[in-house]
């Protein structure tokens, strides 16, 4: 059975950093692409990042460039990501994704939640002003 299972969740104040961790087991996702979303309170899940097999090729929603960085050891089967400059509106229950899916970004779209096949259970991460 697959599980995702995300740490590093938390309260820090407007400018503070976290780093989020997402382990997985049951199967090795050292092939396929996986991301990072979130769903602030009230609203939808939104893509706010992924990150190709290798670690080499990144892709990041406009409103966290320069300030959040995903990355990946496979070694570990597990995703990362670092998050700084938190402001209040990054308050959101945040979500690993993974898919079985193979290929570069320019073949298929994934910042699409339909492309993923397995999500963690979320970690919330709170901004205070």
């Known amino acids: 059975q697959v599980q995702l299972v995300e740490s590093g969740g938390g309260l820090v104040q407007a400018g503070g950093s976290l780093r989020l961790s997402c382990a997985a087991s049951?199967?090795?996702?050292?092939?396929?692409?996986m991301a990072w979303f979130r769903q602030p309170p009230g609203k939808e899940r939104e893509f706010v990042a992924a990150?190709?097999?290798?670690?080499?090729?990144?892709y990041l929603v406009d409103s966290v460039k320069g300030r959040f960085t995903i990355s990946r050891d496979n070694a570990k089967n597990t995703v990362y990501l670092q998050m700084n400059s938190l402001k209040p509106e990054d308050t959101a229950v945040y979500y690993c994704a993974a898919t079985r899916r193979v290929g570069g970004f320019g073949a298929t779209n994934y910042a699409l939640k339909s492309v993923y096949d397995y999500w963690g259970q979320g970690t919330q991460v709170t901004v205070s002003s």
């Open positions: 990150i190709n097999w290798s670690g080499g090729s990144t």
């Open positions: 049951g199967r090795t996702f050292s092939t396929n692409p």
